[in-house]
């Protein structure tokens, strides 16, 4: 057994899978700004309704996760009865979105939080439980709406309150993602012709990084210091260099936080501006969408990569993603108490074989 | 590898380590009023002060996590930097109090929500990434203070509100486990001549279970139909009788829970009535202490576990304990929009040896 732990425990704080799981399918499920912007063509379901005929903003959150998880158990030809175990979480206090949406699933539920770094959070554990021989299909679902994290964290929208430009927006998207320990195409039941399968091949989970930052309406600022320390460990732990991975994708770091990131990294001999990628800036159109810095929100890495990211690696684009959700750990509470935000990044490895 | 599956995932819900993870120590922090309950001589360290120091309930809550944390590394004569990975959450909105309590230790950090049952998720997931491979050294910590909770979820105190009898007590107190790979005793290097060992032999997550209770003074019976699912579920993975364990333990379902639990899994053919404790009612003296129905919180089973629990079984009192606690899944939006209160039960076996 000393030599399983040998080879799963890698560096500090990283894990490799040995056998890795396989993505057998992946949905998401937005709103109508985020189905206007540069990625709309790659989402499964786009909701004209911003209540996703709910009855609140919250309940409209709930039913975007229950669609987002239905759909992707759906489409890798599974039962919900067949899924062991669901891991997921949302931006809400404790975590009401994901609890309404998959109660009516009945599948045995792990609730995580890492703000927006989530996703991360979520895929890695499903992976580990299934390459742990706990579980044989897993799936990782997250959320955010727009509305909902506004009224939970900034404004009533009816307030109409300016937005400083290092100000994010938060996603309004759900993303699901299905985790197979049987070989798997990603979206069809077998890998086909000129096409890959998608494994999750290991994990580094972040430390709480708090640089003192208290800017709220920075996120950027709060998380790109978490996302270096996230990244460097995982280059460090496995000793390869950035050029390892033919993208470097964090979650929401935006224009703001990208810039201090790369300046971040170069400072500890990493310079992965090549590589780098962020859900945040893809999302929305800049210029066009009033973004600012651009999107946040625990489904703003989950549909990038539900939609957009999993599909280059399927298609053979890329070979190596790592995929770097990013995190800012405040509250409301926190907040007006006058404490910085600390930041949180969980990086999982994605490989196209 | 499909012989490994097979072995530790057991019936439809529970996972069976193969490699049990070892309690190498735990610690209770604990408020005034838990020390001077049934349990008081049990805990580490009892605060006079409510405010631990801090400057805020939260500030409060966060310090004894930290308390808590460290002097479970310190029992175990480990140093922080050797805990590869820290499982925990607590019940404020995004888990602040957790989040600002571990980031000075700076361990990779995996922040999970249950409510109440957060111990049990804590615990059955740093025990499986061990189990997995994943870690040598893994920390469950999680935490809950009165007046932070009053605050989060009820009134505040200065409001001096009525308590309907069926309330129960939010348990101001933080416990950490600290599971290590290796053989060990509790707080101790080695096993000592005449005690046990303690050791995670399995685990059972828990299904979301909603039956419509929408009364969040009355959080037993939101809990109890989540707890007889587990504990049901439990028992048929194993295909045991409840006799199987010395005790089975659930977290805070209160006099008012206790009594529906035991209704209903009688329903399902299952007496437990012999083996059952609960967290909540063995915390408080509910004649003297006026905490009605018992005690609640992630904090309540947490400490109860961590300074009462774990001892018995290293004495051998009991051989095998079914720890399961017990959490609503609410916040003060989802109520005050009408939604019900479900339940989620996480059940961890331990076992001395």
């Known amino acids: 057994m000393t030599e399983q732990v040998k080879t799963k425990m890698i560096g500090g704080q990283s894990m490799l899978f040995w056998d890795p799981p396989w993505i057998a399918a992946a949905a998401s499920v937005v709103g109508k700004k985020e189905g206007e912007g540069p990625l709309g063509s790659f989402f499964d379901a786009i909701s004209e309704d911003p209540m996703f005929g709910g009855r609140s903003w919250e309940d409209a959150e709930s039913r975007m996760v229950k669609a ?40 045995p539920t792990f609730g995580v939080y890492g703000a927006c770094s989530t996703m991360g959070e979520s895929l890695g554990l499903a992976s580990a439980l299934i390459d742990g021989g706990f579980a044989d299909v897993a799936l990782a679902v997250t959320s955010s709406h727009f509305a909902g994290a506004e009224k939970q964290f900034r404004f009533p929208l009816a307030y109409g309150n300016q937005r400083p430009l290092a100000a994010s927006w938060t996603v ?30 290991g994990m580094t989970p972040g430390r709480i990084v708090d640089f003192g930052v ?26 390869e260099e950035p050029s390892y991975y033919d ?5 929401d ?29 893809l999302i929305y159109d800049r210029e ?25 690696l ?23 108490e006058g404490c910085p935000v600390p930041g949180i990044a969980h990086a999982v490895m994605l490989e196209a074989g």
């Open 253 to 281: 770091l935006g224009y703001v936080g990208q810039e201090i990131l790369l300046d971040l990294l170069k400072e500890k001999g990493y310079d992965i501006k090549k590589q780098h990628l962020d859900c945040g800036i």
């Open 288 to 312: 066009v969408q009033d973004t600012h810095s651009g999107g946040s929100g625990c489904g703003c890495s989950a549909v990038t990569l539900a939609g957009y990211i999993l599909r280059q």
């Open 68 to 107: 987002a998880a239905e759909l992707a158990i759906g489409k890798a030809g599974l039962l919900k009865e067949q899924v062991r175990y669901l891991v997921g979480g949302d931006l809400l206090g404790q975590l009401i979105a994901t609890s309404f949406g998959v109660e009516a699933l009945s599948i």
């Open 172 to 201: 309004t998207g759900s993303g699901a993602v299905l985790l197979k320990k049987e070989r798997t195409g990603l979206n069809s039941q077998t890998v086909q012709e000129g096409e890959y399968g998608v494994r999750v091949t």
């Open 314 to 336: 399927k298609q053979g684009k890329w070979k190596r993603v790592l995929f770097v959700p990013t995190g800012a750990l405040l509250s409301t509470v926190s907040f007006n």
């Open 214 to 239: 208290k800017d709220s309406m920075n996120m950027g600022a709060c998380m790109a210091p978490a996302a270096c320390d996230t990244i460097a460990a995982n280059l460090r732990d496995l000793k």
């Open 247 to 251: 993208r470097i994708i964090t979650g």
